[in-house]
Every structure is written in structure tokens, then in C-alpha cells.
């Protein structure tokens, strides 16, 4: 029952929603860079096909037109599409559009009583490729994953379907025979193909979690927290929510590490950081700004609920034992709190505010959290609605 309740805990992370912003934005980046090569690819193939010089009947020729218009209305409805959609759920659909109409190209073959044309076509099952490949620049691993074993299963129905209605072992080209071994390794490579795609994509998340993580606590650094907290203030007016904003500095930290020395400190950090973290909510954004300061963002919490938690945070870190030398250390924190919008228009705006508190903190003697004044609020509401 563990091993069950395991597996299903790591299929939920695996299937989890993306929650970095920057790759959200590289993958919605991504998708219009495919949108543009698959518009590219159809034009160039569209041009080469039109002056080939060949002699063809009426209804060839009729055939091809009309072919290369609707590959061209394909390609350019998903090149719109991707130019003005920020839908999540687009790279699967184009990516599952991609491989089905390969595979619709190969099944005209089919229907047309020429199974050759389908199994031992290279031009269209090149695309495949095309397609996998393509699922790379979109960040998501799940995303090539799905996109290699929707050709493959595409490709071994394709053959299934001709094996039922011929026998392949008795295909004569031109321009070649139909060889079972060849098909086979084909679908290897196809899924080879697919493994590097996944590899590629797993890299490359791998590479902005490391760069976007302190390697010392292993909080957000600075940039992806910043980039995240803007996603929330700059997105459309209707998904906009309150905010609020806490800056946490540690209470005599340089003296501690004079005391007991750099690995202390930085052990120390590891901890107090540590336990901030399992103390917020799943949906706060928790990064160190640099040295022993940190900052927690409280998406959708108004200013008064956050110094509550704010104080709450202070109590948690003072409990927090620092083993030096055999025995245990302790230190406090100070904290200021800002709200958006009633502190300021932008992040910065807020940010300066809970600075201040922060050093208003201090001058209190540490240890304590400062808010807003009471009121004060109140009056920066009215002057902002005013």
C-alpha cells in the first residue's frame, strides 16, 4: 500500500502544472519558434513541389493545389495561433495536430491501395521527426513523451492496418521492397529520436532550476523570484490579486559568524532556511535576496493577515537550534511588511516600503516585525482611489 500511495505521489509531481514563470515564458516562446519553422517547412515545400517540372494530368495537378493550400492554411492558422494564444494546453494540441496529419498523409496512401507509399514513405515519416524534434523547444519533457508515443502508436496502427489488408512479406517496389526489419528499425530511431527530446528538455529545466536557485539554501535567487512577483502584478486586470510582501534580515549575523565562524553562518542559513520554507503556504514565493536576508511574497493575502504570519514566521526561526560546536546557537530575525497596491504601484514601490519597516525594525532593538501604522492604510487607499 506504501509502494502504491509512493508511485501515485510521484505520477501527481510528475503531472504537476509547470509554476516557473520563466519557463513558462521560454515555453510560450518556444511554440511560436515552432509555429514559424512548421510555416517555413510547408512554404518551402509547397514552392519546391510547384516548380518541379513534371508532366501530370488535369486531376494531379488539381490534386496538388489543392493540397498545398491546405497545408498552407494549416501551417498559418497555427502560426496566428501561437502568435495570440497563451493557452497552456496549445503545444499538446499542435504537437498531437502534427503527428495526425502525417499520419492522415500516410493513410491516403493506404486508401488509395498503395501500402508502399504509406510504409516506405520517407519524405512523410521524416516528419515524425520534425514533430518530435519540435517538442523539445517547448521545455516540457512530459510534452516530447507524449509526442513520441503518439507516432509510434500512430505508425504501429498505420502497419497494423496494412498487415491486416495485405501481405507484407510479398510488397515489391518501385522504389523498394517493403523489408520488415527496415520498418522496425525505423520505429527505433523514431523512439531514439524521442529519448533525446525528453533528455534535451529534462536538460534544459534542469539548467534553469540550477541557475534560478541559491546553491546555498537552495531558496529562488533574486532574478526568478522577481520575474514570478511581476507575472502576479502586471497580468490581466481581472487575474490580479492582492499581495503582500514580507523582507526577513537576520538579527546579528555578522557577529555570529565572527564568533563561530563562516561554515556556522552558512549552516545556519541552510536552517533558518530550511524552516521558512515548510512554514509557508505551498502557493508563497520564498527567495534570498543576498547575505542573511530573505523575502516571502503572500499572493492573495492582505497586509494585516501577512505580518500575522509574518510574526508567526519570527516565532518558528527563533526555535530553530544551530548546532556549533556541541551545543546550540539560536538567532532571531527582523521583518518589514509591504502591501501592493495600497504601498505602491509597482514591486519596487512595495519592496522600498517593507525595507524601510525592515530598518524601522531595527532601530526597535530586532527581533520584532513592523507594519503598516495603523490607519495608515486607510489613508493611502483613499488618496490612491482618489
Known amino acids: 500500500m506504501r509502494f502504491i500511495r509512493r508511485w501515485a ?5 510528475l503531472l504537476a502544472a509547470e509554476t516557473d514563470q520563466a519557463l513558462l515564458r521560454a515555453r ?4 511560436r519558434i515552432v509555429a514559424m519553422l512548421r510555416l517555413g517547412l510547408v512554404v518551402t515545400f509547397v514552392l519546391v513541389t510547384a516548380f518541379n517540372p513534371k508532366e501530370a494530368t488535369r486531376t494531379a495537378v488539381l490534386t496538388e493545389v489543392g493540397v498545398s493550400a491546405i497545408a ?16 497552456p494546453w496549445l503545444p499538446w494540441v499542435s504537437s498531437a495536430l502534427d503527428v495526425t496529419v502525417t499520419s492522415a498523409g500516410l493513410a491516403v496512401f493506404l486508401v488509395a491501395g498503395n501500402p508502399l507509399g504509406a510504409l516506405n514513405n520517407r519524405v512523410l515519416f521524416e516528419a515524425y521527426f520534425f514533430a518530435i524534434a519540435n517538442s523539445a523547444l517547448r521545455y516540457d519533457w512530459r510534452l516530447c513523451a ?4 503518439f507516432a509510434g502508436a500512430q505508425v504501429l496502427g498505420l502497419t497494423g492496418y496494412a498487415a491486416m489488408h495485405w501481405d507484407l512479406s510479398k510488397l515489391r517496389g518501385p522504389p523498394e521492397d517493403f523489408v520488415a526489419i527496415r520498418h522496425t528499425l525505423r520505429l ?9 527530446a525528453i533528455s534535451v528538455a529534462r536538460w534544459a529545466r534542469h539548467l534553469r532550476l540550477m541557475v534560478g536557485t541559491d546553491e546555498l539554501t537552495g531558496l529562488s535567487q533574486r532574478r526568478p ?3 514570478r512577483v511581476e507575472e502576479q502584478l502586471t497580468g490581466k486586470a481581472q487575474d490580479r490579486r492582492i499581495l503582500s510582501l514580507a523582507v526577513l534580515d537576520v538579527d546579528e549575523f555578522k557577529k555570529f559568524n565572527d564568533a563561530f565562524g563562516h561554515l556556522a553562518g552558512d549552516r545556519a542559513l541552510q536552517l533558518l532556511a530550511e524552516r521558512l520554507r515548510s512554514a509557508v503556504r505551498a502557493t508563497d514565493l520564498v527567495a534570498r535576496f543576498g547575505g542573511e536576508e530573505f523575502v516571502v511574497a503572500f499572493p492573495g493575502m492582505d497586509v494585516a493577515q501577512a505580518e500575522a504570519r509574518v510574526e508567526h514566521l519570527r516565532i518558528k526561526l527563533a526555535q530553530v537550534p544551530i548546532p556549533v560546536d556541541g551545543a546550540s546557537q ?10 501592493w497596491p495600497v504601498d505602491g504601484e509597482t514591486f519596487t514601490e512595495v519592496l522600498a516600503q517593507a525595507d524601510a519597516r525592515l530598518y524601522e525594525a531595527k532601530r526597535r532593538g530586532r527581533n520584532c516585525v513592523v507594519g503598516p501604522k495603523p490607519g495608515s492604510l486607510d489613508v493611502l487607499e483613499g488618496g490612491r482611489k482618489g
Do not use: D, H, M, P
Not at 501561437?82 to 493557452?87: G, H, I, K, L
Not at 527505433?188 to 533525446?196: I, K, T
Open 9 to 13: 505521489e510521484r505520477a501527481q509531481e
Open 28 to 31: 510560450k516562446s518556444g511554440e
Open 72 to 87: 498552407l492554411a494549416y501551417a498559418g492558422l497555427l502560426f496566428w495561433w501561437a502568435s495570440r494564444s497563451t493557452n
Open 146 to 149: 507524449f509526442t513520441t508515443v
Open 188 to 196: 527505433v530511431l523514431l523512439a531514439a529520436a524521442g529519448a533525446s
Open 225 to 227: 523570484f522577481l520575474e
Open 330 to 339: 539560536w538567532l532571531t530575525v527582523s521583518a518589514g511588511v509591504g502591501s
